[in-house]
């Protein structure tokens, strides 16, 4: 049967081109994306080695930070902390009560020296004068000095024990100053060694950053290519269903069509076109072959599916199994014309073997015995 009013469009072939520009726009990404990532690469190359040249500088400077803190602290352990301790001890005992004493004692026993020196001269000298040690003059003199001998004596075991007491002060404060920088240096060059640490490996981390965000351009890429193709694949499958719907229609056309050898002919308007004058390599079928063909194919009762031709209750054949009998039609649809002739040629074939048992019985041969075959085409084509 020819395509009739009732036939669906054809699919637009521009579906199938903007298919394939989906694919090659994908594609196109997806190379747009290998050579970004071509070049990230290369430039990644470098900036790690750059990277790897300041994290190499700054943690050999963190090692040797962190190296000189713990020389700084062994030696103010080793060097500085036993002066302290010693000096502390000093420093404290220094202005104690049993030195302060001390300190005055000689200080006393000074000016007793110096006083019994200056007594000697005084004799010396008074001798000299003639003036006896044992007259009241020279008495007086003695009492006189004997005095500014104690009194110089007091003055000097208080200035010694106030000297004493302020000096050991003044060292108790030298104590405490003396070791306070070397902790804290230690301390400043430990925080610069954790500071270089830090740096390298941040820089390190920026340039892995660096390098992840480069690997999202192929990712990019391929989710392009992966978009394009599935857009392929939708609009084919769009088209395809188009196809499908064509075809279903098409089918059920035919089906309606050749829904009985009767309403064929019918829907043809009773007419089918068959002249001899308009037909070519014709040849006879051999005899019984049609009769067999019609023998092998079930006849039954049966009602179309839903949506499908009529929807009717009708008795025949089916395509599949007069396609595989007579090799006609696509196994879906059964040609009226070739069933028509089918059917004339099985008759044919029938009405010969009715001859034969007439024959065979004595009912003797039939009039029309030398009747022309009507059917010349081949069932097998």
Do not use: C
């Not at 500088?57 to 930070?65: A, C, E, V, W």
């Amino acid at each position: 049967m020819g395509k009739g009013s009732s036939s669906a469009p054809s699919p637009d072939p521009q579906i199938g081109a903007a298919a394939l520009k989906q694919a090659q726009t994908g594609e196109a990404w997806l190379g747009f994306a290998k050579e970004s990532f071509k070049v990230s690469t290369q430039r990644q190359k470098e900036l790690d080695a750059l990277t790897k040249k300041v994290v190499n500088q700054q943690f050999g400077i963190s090692k040797d930070q962190a190296a000189w803190a713990k020389l700084d602290r062994a030696r103010y352990d080793n060097v500085f902390k036993p002066v302290e301790n010693k000096f502390i001890k000093e420093a404290t005992e220094y202005g104690s009560a049993a030195n302060q004493a001390k300190a005055a004692a000689e200080a006393k026993a000074d000016v007793q020296t110096s006083a019994a020196e200056a007594r000697q001269t005084a004799e010396r000298q008074a001798a000299s004068l003639g003036i006896s040690p044992t007259s009241g003059r020279f008495a007086g003199i003695s009492r006189a000095g004997e005095l500014g001998t104690a009194l110089a004596r007091a003055g000097a075991g208080n200035n010694a024990r106030t000297a004493t007491r302020d000096k050991g002060l003044a060292l108790k404060a030298d104590v405490a100053n003396l070791g306070r920088g070397l902790p804290a240096q230690s301390a400043q060059a430990t925080s610069l060694s954790l500071t270089a640490g830090n740096s390298a490996t941040g820089n390190a981390n920026a340039a892995n950053g660096q390098f992840l965000a480069s690997t999202g351009i192929m990712g990019n890429g391929f989710a392009g290519a992966q978009q394009g193709y599935a857009g392929q694949a939708s609009t084919l499958n769009q088209q395809y269903g188009i196809q499908s719907n064509n075809w279903q229609a098409q089918m059920n056309a035919d089906a309606q069509g050749v829904a009985g050898i009767g309403s064929a002919i019918g829907g043809m308007a009773g007419l089918i076109f068959s002249d001899e004058e308009v037909k070519h390599d014709k040849e006879p079928i051999p005899d019984g072959e049609a009769l067999d063909a019609v023998n092998n194919m079930p006849v039954e009762a049966w009602t179309y599916d839903e949506g499908v031709a009529d929807e009717g209750r009708h008795v025949g054949t089916y395509a599949q199994d007069f396609q595989r009998e007579t090799g006609k039609g696509d196994g879906r649809t059964i040609p009226a014309q070739d069933a028509i002739g089918i059917s004339m040629k099985a008759i044919q074939d029938l009405d010969k073997k009715v001859d034969k048992i007439a024959i065979a019985i004595g009912l003797g041969k039939p009039a029309n015995s030398n009747k022309k075959p009507a059917v010349r085409e081949k069932v097998s084509a």
